[in-house]
């Protein structure tokens, strides 16, 4: 597909057929060391992201329940008796 003679290129047919496109190539390339390193610096900030947003989430719930208790007239009622 990529040569400029159309005798070079694949027909539609070799194209369509062809491992990259129906995704049946089954060797792997083997990843090399700063590759591996390169993802697992990415899962680990992802990680660290889902945790800030975790930890976000549980400061908001924890702040507006504790809104809700100081917003929350007591309910007992005090009565104080005159001195006779």
Same mark, same amino acid.
């Given at each position: 597909?990529?040569?400029?003679?159309?005798?070079?290129?694949?027909?539609?047919?070799? $194209?369509?057929?062809?491992?990259?496109? !129906?995704?049946?190539?089954? =060797?792997? %390339?083997?990843?090399?060391?700063?590759?591996? &390193?390169?993802?697992?610096?990415?899962?680990?900030?992802?990680?660290?992201?889902?945790?800030?947003?975790?930890? $976000?989430?549980?400061?908001?719930?924890? !702040?507006?329940?504790?809104? =809700?208790? %100081?917003?929350?007239?007591?309910?007992?009622? &005090?009565?104080?008796?005159?001195?006779?």
């Amino acid at each position: 597909l990529t040569s400029y003679s159309p005798v070079d290129r694949l027909t539609v047919d070799q $194209a369509l057929t062809h491992p990259w496109i !129906t995704r049946s190539h089954s =060797a792997r %390339v083997p990843l090399t060391r700063l590759e591996m &390193l390169k993802n697992f610096d990415s899962a680990d900030k992802f990680k660290k992201i889902v945790r800030a947003i975790h930890f $976000a989430a549980i400061v908001k719930v924890k !702040t507006q329940q504790s809104k =809700a208790v %100081v917003s929350k007239p007591s309910k007992s009622k &005090l009565s104080f008796s005159s001195p006779k």
